[in-house]
Antibody
């Protein structure tokens, strides 16, 4: 049974960067796309970008182009999301989620527990 | 860019009633690439339906999905107390690679 376990909560200053990890256990990692989805307090879900680890190239939502870097390390079954130039509006819960189909972007059947990122001076 | 619009924003119903949630896309979406998620407070979303009409693992058969093109529907035939949550539709595979609707809150009347 594949599980995604994310790193712990972060508090960051405006203008700084945050890096969140998402480690997979219990199954194949590299063939399945990992996406990052965030949810601001009281708001809906927002897709940020994703990566298929064995391909190594990430796709980003236009809103985050230039500020977001998604990487993956197949050797440790871990995906990373790094968001730079943080502002208060980036305060949110950040989820990683796995595609249900190998080597394709598809529905997300497995989710991490979420990581709270708070941006405050 | 494909924008998904869900309606209604809030749906107030009683256990045992039928719920119908709508998701409309700004441009045609392949039914193979339309999903629904359920989210309860403090939890990660849970996949309910994929490919517009396929129930995810563990989802009871009172949940059904339908639609094609730009109009999709999630129906819960007889609401159970545990069904009250926020539901999101999602498209994947078209530009952008993924997007979500704004959500429908299903609340107890």
């Amino acid at each position: 049974q594949v599980q995604l376990v994310q790193s712990g909560a972060e508090v960051k200053k405006p203008g700084s960067s945050v890096k969140v990890s998402c480690k997979a256990s219990g199954g194949t990692f590299g063939n399945y796309a990992i996406s990052w989805v965030r949810q601001a307090p009281g708001q809906g879900l927002e897709w940020m970008g994703g990566i298929i680890p064995i391909f190594g190239t990430a796709d980003y939502a236009q809103k985050f182009q230039g500020r977001l870097t998604i990487t993956a390390d197949d050797s440790t079954s871990t995906a990373y999301m790094e968001l730079s130039s943080l502002r208060s509006e980036d305060t949110a819960v950040y989820f990683c989620a796995r595609s249900s189909v190998a080597l394709a972007n598809d529905a997300f059947d497995i989710w991490g527990q979420g990581t709270v990122v708070t941006v405050s001076s | 860019e494909t924008v998904l619009t869900q309606s209604p924003g809030t749906l107030s119903l009683s256990p045992g009633e039928r719920a119908t949630l709508s998701c409309r896309a700004s441009q045609s979406v392949s039914s193979s690439y339309l999903a629904w998620y359920q989210q309860k407070p403090g939890q990660a979303p849970r996949l309910v339906m994929y490919g517009a009409s396929n129930r995810a693992t563990g989802i009871p058969d009172r949940f059904s999905g339908s639609g094609s093109g730009t109009d999709f529907t999630l129906t819960i035939s007889r609401l159970e107390p545990e069904d009250f949550a926020v539901y999101y539709c999602q498209q994947y595979g078209t530009s952008p690679l993924c997007s979500f609707g704004q959500g429908t809150k299903l609340e107890i009347k």
